[in-house]
């Protein structure tokens, strides 16, 4: 596709149910983020994915929460026994490489999940 | 300290008028840095980068680099209503991150 599609584009569940949440980057991007923004708050980093390398998952807030990236392509988010607190919209972001080509760094946003706990 | 730094606002200025949005990053190694918009309920969109000491202009957007205080800025001329929105500032380093944005409202 054209840009990172994510979906859902909207999910609600109840609380103690597991999510999956989806996101496809844009074709050829080796750099793949998940960002949590809550209403009215700031962007807050989850986890970034480069290549093949160990993703950076320092920014997860808790073992509920995990992230694996299939093919180096299709990402999944997967929230265990979801709590209230979760609901936010949940942002996928790729870019081309990073490093010390500094343009491809530039991140690409998909339209994110929102998701409700009840 | 949060590697990026930036007044939350709300910032207001009148149509017409220059608005300057400005952070603060801590890395010393940062080597380049993006502002993002973020209109409310959309995702953050690119609307300039910068890389090197100095100014960057792109239509009535100018990006100001100032690697020796470490601060990043950007002014938005004559500024328009459809320029309200949230706006973010992003550096890299060892990783990429986020400023918690500055709101902007340009008032008729």
């Known amino acids: 596709g054209a840009g990172v599609s994510q979906s859902p584009s909207n999910k609600v569940t109840e609380k103690g149910k597991d999510v999956e949440l989806r996101c496809d980057p844009i074709?050829?991007?080796?750099?793949l983020y998940w960002y949590r923004q809550s209403l009215g708050q700031g962007l807050e980093f989850l986890i970034y994915?480069?290549?093949?390398?160990?993703?950076?998952k320092s920014g997860l807030p808790s073992d509920r929460f995990s992230a694996e990236r299939t093919g180096g392509s299709v990402s999944t988010l997967t929230i265990q026994r979801t709590q209230q607190e979760d609901s936010a919209v949940y942002l996928c972001?790729?870019?081309?490489?990073?490093?010390?080509?500094?343009?491809?760094?530039?991140?690409?946003f998909g339209a994110g999940t929102r998701l409700s706990v009840l | 300290q949060k590697e990026v730094e930036q007044n939350s606002g709300p910032l207001s200025v009148p149509e017409g008028a220059i608005a300057s949005l400005n952070c603060t990053y801590s890395?010393?190694?940062?080597?380049?840095f993006f502002w993002y918009r973020q209109y409310s309920g959309k995702s953050p969109e690119l609307i300039m980068s910068?890389?090197?000491?100095g100014d960057q202009e792109d239509g009535r957007f100018t990006a100001q680099l100032n690697k020796a205080s470490q601060y990043v800025s950007l002014l938005i001329r004559d500024s328009q209503p459809s320029d309200s929105a949230t706006y973010l500032c992003?550096?890299?380093?060892?990783?990429?991150?986020f400023g918690t944005g500055t709101s902007l409202t340009v008032i008729p």
């Open positions: 910068i890389y090197s000491n």
């Open positions: 890395d010393r190694g940062s080597q380049s």
């Open positions: 992003a550096g890299t380093g060892n990783q990429f991150y």
């Open positions: 994915f480069q290549g093949n390398s160990a993703p950076d």
């Open positions: 972001a790729s870019s081309p490489s990073v490093g010390r080509i500094l343009a491809k760094n530039i991140q690409y």
């Open positions: 074709s050829g991007h080796t750099a």
